[in-house]
């Protein structure tokens, strides 16, 4: 297992951007998928973009078009870099893996990093 802290976050208005960076304890080379999740209040954890050590993307549809996750295996680290945030992009972020098998477990949860758009 590894340790995950995510950074990054922040207040920001609506139309900013924010470049969050998640920096892990050990490898992550062999953490495949990783992703990058958000919680606002009230609401469960969801999964907004993920990527493959083979650079391959995935994005949530309310993320497509305005944000990108890049990760680099030497350094241990996934970033995402948030453009055109909404006030509904309001939320806790956290990295982890994304669960692709019934034997895969979540690596640690990290404190996550809030991020706060205003209208």
């Known amino acids: 297992q590894v340790q995950l802290v995510e950074s990054g976050g922040g207040l920001v208005q609506a139309g900013g951007s924010l470049r969050l960076s998640c920096t892990a304890s050990?490898?992550?080379?062999?953490?495949?998928?990783m992703g990058w999740y958000r919680q606002a209040p009230g609401n469960e954890r969801e999964l907004v973009a993920a990527?493959?050590?083979?650079?391959?993307?995935k994005y949530a549809d309310s993320v497509k078009g305005r944000f990108t996750i890049s990760r680099d295996n030497a350094k241990n680290t996934v970033n995402l870099q948030m453009n055109s945030l909404k006030p509904e992009d309001t939320a806790v972020y956290y990295c982890?893996?994304?669960?692709?098998?019934?034997?895969?477990?979540?690596?640690?949860w990290g404190q996550g990093t809030q991020v706060t758009v205003s209208s």
């Open positions: 982890n893996r994304v669960i692709t098998t019934i034997e895969a477990s979540f690596e640690p």
């Open positions: 050990g490898s992550i080379s062999s953490i495949n998928p």
């Open positions: 990527i493959t050590t083979g650079g391959r993307i």
